[in-house]
């Protein structure tokens, strides 16, 4: 594998999303978001400002868990698909780069547009912050953001394996929406429904390892868990066992997430 030649593709793709300035959107996006929940999250009890960095980090997980899934499966559903449409993936082909390279060139400037933006906006948000909480406080808040970035970066694998799959940007962009549905509103509806049809019989010993099936419930229990008070009102705390939501355990999960589906959708495209 030439590096030199993955990095030529990165960089275009990375530098074709700051042009365009998809980057500056989804930054302004997640600021403003952020600022809105840390300020005026308690509004509804009759509070305005900032009152802790657990609350405000439990209410930018609820936040994150909808916007950066469906964020990053619209960034990556047309990445091979799109070229193959437009004709330029032939073209691509028949330079001195082999698929691997190109898939995975593609994926880190994709992957490094998504970064930029999230660390931007939740950084900014951070700076505001930062005179309001301690320095434990903002390592907490800065591990929400790798988090953050890892949720991301998983779901821009599913992406990109999406695009290798499809048959035409229709029908990406469709299982794109299709598996946003299911990973962010569907599949904890599935297991909530099994527990409550039997009785909490059914999967009550399996479902923290069903939760890990999940790139975003990995996600909502990384930054939960670690949090008393949050946890509870979760219940996460009677569900979710301690000893498999260690942090590095929960992290490793979730690097499996972003490795698996690139690694799938890597070997399809060299067949």
């Known amino acids: 594998m030439e590096i030199s030649q993955v990095a030529t593709i990165a960089g275009k793709e990375f530098w074709d999303r700051i042009r365009n300035r998809w980057v500056l959107a989804v930054a302004l996006v997640f600021t403003v978001f952020a600022l809105v929940i840390a300020y005026f999250g308690a509004a509804q009890q009759g509070a305005v400002g900032f009152r802790s960095i657990e609350l405000t980090i439990a209410s930018l997980v609820s936040l994150v868990i909808y916007l950066i899934p469906l964020i990053a499966l619209?960034?990556?559903f047309d990445a091979i698909v799109?070229?193959?449409e437009r004709g330029s993936l032939d073209l691509?082909?028949?330079m001195p780069i082999t698929?691997?390279?190109?898939i995975l060139g593609k994926y880190l400037g994709l992957a490094a547009a998504l970064t930029f933006s999230t660390v931007a906006g939740f950084g900014l948000v951070a700076l505001v912050l930062a005179r309001q909480i301690d320095l434990a406080a903002l390592v907490h808040y800065f591990g929400f953001m790798v988090s953050s970035v890892l949720l991301g970066m998983a779901f821009l694998s599913l992406a990109v394996m999406l695009s290798v799959f499809a048959a035409d940007r229709t029908r990406a962009s469709?299982?794109?929406i299709a598996l946003w549905f299911f990973f962010v509103l569907v599949f904890d509806l599935l297991l909530l429904g099994a527990l409550v049809f039997s009785g909490g019989q059914a999967g009550g010993e399996v479902l923290p390892w069903l939760l890990l099936l999940n790139p975003a419930d990995v996600f909502r229990i990384l930054n939960i868990f670690g949090m008393d008070d949050v946890r509870t009102?979760?219940?996460l705390a009677t569900v979710f066992p301690p000893a498999l939501a260690e942090p590095w355990l929960l992290t490793l999960v979730m690097l499996g997430w972003i490795a698996a589906p690139l690694g799938v959708a890597s070997?399809?495209?060299r067949k």
């Open 74 to 76: 619209l960034l990556g």
């Open 82 to 84: 799109g070229e193959r």
């Open 92 to 94: 691509l082909l028949s």
């Open 99 to 102: 698929r691997f390279e190109l």
């Open 174 to 176: 469709g299982l794109a």
């Open 233 to 235: 009102l979760y219940g």
């Open 267 to 269: 070997w399809r495209f």
